[in-house]
């Protein structure tokens, strides 16, 4: 059903959309990546973004902090990467504005690795989210945060378990201590390079009308849009009426997520290799 | 490579469409349902609590407490007057200290030195008597209370009270007919009413966070906070003995800054009865965790990311209106000063509502930031009275410790009435131009925004005419 990957489509190159990012106003020149941090509000998600960056943005213990983007950046290795804080969100759904900005820039935006920053404290409310995000990308590496905190609540949080059933990296941290962030930045940089591959699990436990319903679309979809990275998802959100959505097909703007065929990669690794040199 | 497209996107829309109907109308319940099942599913897997014995859990007997309906209130309230009774007691030393550098000391210094340049009297006068004087005054009479106030709240903040205090609020917002997130959004207000405004995003009502927006300005922004607290330490606590003249400052602030809490429910109320009419929305308001605040790191953060911001902001806006006020008080039209005929004109109305021209001039000029206007009713007041000549070095009235500048505003006029009008209508006046424009940006409405200026403002001329006849009539 899904069309293969394109072969001319590297796999270590960056998958960012550097148009719609400039739409999104975010200029990528001199950087190599950009990572979307996502998450809940009050995990700490800004706390990761400081630690990263080694800004001091000021974190609140106060859920809806960050309700614009705050942007930085890092080296890591050879490449420089570009960081962007989202929004504190619950859901993906964009029914507020927050949430809208979210959804925008990982959709539109198809940042190289969309970090999760999760509560492991209240991992199932958490996790509502992140299966979100791995409906629309696979560019995932969820950040266990606050660990501290689980094991103070005599909570014990297995992360190979849950990495296994998420089919994507999973980094315990204490953001606040710095502990595992370097783990996190190896892990970043693998799922960017496309060094660790992911296999999201996706659940498909619809009825059997849906099952069709989504099967057609996703079918047109792919005919109109070949290599749409999140068709199923997009079939779901048009099915379930959503504005922006819909008007991304209207005016085309799905076209622009669908790897180019032939397509030249924005930054050529080996180009880069001779520059630095 | 593909085989030419057989349907267009507005044939996947048609689609679309045509098969919502088969999927029914609970779909998105039931999408959403599975989703949770999942979520629930994954975590039950990969989290275990050895023991599973119910543990005593600290964060909820704190939270039984704070957000109790009979102690929630009033914790709140002594809270917050521990806060500034701390920042009042401590504040005027240092502020002495700076004062005694900045204005005892280098100023005089800086006179001499132009006079010995041979600057022209106007540059001498603009540069020194206007900018330098101005700034040095937003810093002694600022940077102290700013220094101490702003750690303290950081550290509530940090500690994870803040969103208790929103949760206390939350029933009262619906009762008025607004969002309860709007209590969040209201918090925000208390360190910025800009930054307040763009906190109204996490509302999604259109409707609701309008009202959110227009009712910010009624949180006491960080750039208020300082006049309020020197203004009460200077006129309110020195009604009371010594010793209770802190605590009784402290009142006088959270005093003020709960009349703003019920203003904006007050105003929430009417608009959602008058020209914002519409359903409350629910909502879930999560309560974080306790965390032990970063002492060290909060202090550095607050200093960092609030005092010294909003300090750059007063100077930034204090030099050039240092500038303008020393032209106002220079120019002269006929004999008269231009200072003089502007405040002469509203000195009538300013009379009216217990205040005087000196301060609406002084609301003027600080529209752009609310952090000058103590130091350019001092500088108005000053140079109006001709309290010293201009340029002639009396460095012993410009002490800017709490004494002095009581003499300097009891010499332009100021009795108890004033100082309780300034400070209801340092809290009900028109938001600073950074926050207009902000509301702006968000709306994209200039009749909103023009409400946002205008409806405060009125109230503020309204509340302190009404307070200051009443106060006539009650004490001649």
């Known amino acids: 059903m899904k069309p293969d990957i394109n072969p001319e489509q590297c796999e270590t190159c960056p998958m960012h959309n550097t148009a719609n990012l400039m739409k999104l106003g975010l200029d990528m020149q001199g950087w190599d990546y950009v990572i979307a941090l996502a998450g809940n509000p009050n995990t700490g998600k800004s706390t990761v973004f400081n630690a990263l960056t080694g800004l001091r943005q000021h974190t609140g213990n106060w859920p809806g902090k960050t309700v614009s983007r705050a942007e930085g950046g890092f080296d890591y290795g050879d490449h420089r990467y570009k960081i962007v804080d989202l929004p504190g969100t619950y859901s993906l759904l964009a029914t507020s504005l927050d949430e809208e900005i979210a959804r925008d820039f990982i959709l539109f935006g198809q940042p190289d690795v969309t970090v999760v920053v999760v509560d492991a404290t209240r991992l199932e409310r958490n996790l509502n989210l992140v299966l979100q995000v791995l409906e629309i990308t696979d560019r995932v590496v969820v950040c266990l945060n606050l660990m501290d905190e689980a094991e103070r609540h005599g909570l014990q949080v297995d992360e190979r378990r849950l990495a296994r059933d998420l089919g994507v990296p999973v980094v315990p941290t204490v953001a606040r201590a710095k502990d595992g962030l370097n783990l996190l930045l190896q892990t970043i940089s693998d799922v960017a390079a496309g060094k660790a591959v992911s296999k999201p699990k996706r659940f498909e436990n619809e009825s059997p009308e849906l099952k069709q319903a989504i099967q057609i679309l996703v079918e047109q979809l792919n005919q109109v849009y070949p290599g749409l990275p999140n068709a199923r998802w997009v079939a779901l959100r048009l099915l379930d009426g959503d504005e922006r959505l819909i008007e991304a097909v209207h005016k085309g703007e799905l076209g622009d997520l669908a790897p180019q065929p032939g397509g030249i990669p924005a930054i050529s690794p080996d180009l880069k290799l001779e520059t630095s040199a | ?476």
């Open chain 2, 1 to 476: 490579m593909n085989p030419s497209p057989q349907v267009d996107s507005q044939e996947i829309l048609a689609t679309a469409q045509a098969l919502r109907w088969e999927v029914g109308k609970d779909f998105h319940e039931k999408l959403m349902e599975a989703l949770y099942t999942n979520a629930a599913e994954i975590a039950d897997r990969a989290v275990t609590r050895p023991g599973e014995k119910p543990r005593f859990d600290l964060d909820r007997s704190i939270d039984r407490i704070v957000t109790s309906r009979r102690w929630g209130f009033l914790l709140m309230i002594l809270l917050f007057t521990l806060v500034f009774w701390i920042t009042i007691s401590l504040a005027n030393v240092p502020s002495r200290m700076i004062s005694d550098l900045l204005i005892g000391t280098i100023y005089p210094a800086l006179n001499a030195l132009a006079t010995r340049l041979g600057f022209p009297w106007w540059l001498h006068g603009i540069l020194i008597d206007g900018i330098y004087l101005a700034t040095a005054w937003v810093i002694s009479v600022m940077l102290p209370p700013m220094a101490i106030f702003f750690p303290l709240f950081t550290l509530l903040e940090d500690f994870g009270y803040l969103p208790r205090v929103a949760f206390n609020l939350d029933n009262v917002f619906k009762k008025a007919g607004a969002h309860g997130k709007q209590s969040l959004s209201m918090m925000m207000g208390f360190g910025c009413n800009a930054a307040g405004m763009i906190s109204t995003r996490i509302i999604d009502s259109p409707r609701e966070r309008m009202i959110a927006m227009l009712t910010n300005n009624f949180a006491l922004c960080n750039g208020r906070w300082p006049t309020q607290i020197l203004i009460a330490a200077i006129f309110i606590g020195a009604l009371m003995p010594a010793y209770l003249a802190g605590i009784v400052s402290a009142l006088a602030v959270v005093g003020i800054a709960v009349l703003g809490v019920l203003l904006t429910f007050v105003v929430s109320w009417f608009l959602t009865r008058s020209v914002l009419k519409g359903e409350v929305s629910s909502f879930s308001l999560e309560l974080p965790p306790y965390r032990p605040p970063r002492v060290m790191q909060t202090i550095y953060t607050s200093l960092i990311d609030r005092t010294i911001y909003v300090l750059w902001r007063a100077v930034v806006f204090a030099a050039p209106a240092g500038a303008v006020i020393w032209l106002v008080a220079n120019i002269t039209i006929g004999g008269q000063s231009l200072a003089e005929y502007i405040i002469n004109f509203l000195n009538p109305l300013g009379i009216l509502i217990g205040l005087n021209g000196v301060i609406l001039l002084a609301y003027i000029i600080a529209i752009p930031a609310n952090e000058i206007v103590v130091p350019t009713v001092l500088m108005l007041t000053v140079l109006v009275t001709g309290l010293t000549g201009a340029g002639a070095g009396a460095g012993v009235m410009f002490e800017a410790d709490l004494e002095s500048t009581k003499a300097i505003l009891v010499a332009g006029g100021w009795t108890l009435l004033t100082a309780i009008n300034l400070m209801l209508f340092s809290l009900v006046h028109n938001p600073c131009s950074t926050t207009l424009y902000t509301m702006y940006k968000e709306t994209d409405s200039r009749k909103w925004t023009t409400v946002a200026a205008l409806l405060p403002l009125g109230m503020g001329f309204a509340i302190t005419f009404v307070v200051a006849q009443v106060w006539r009539l009650i004490f001649g």
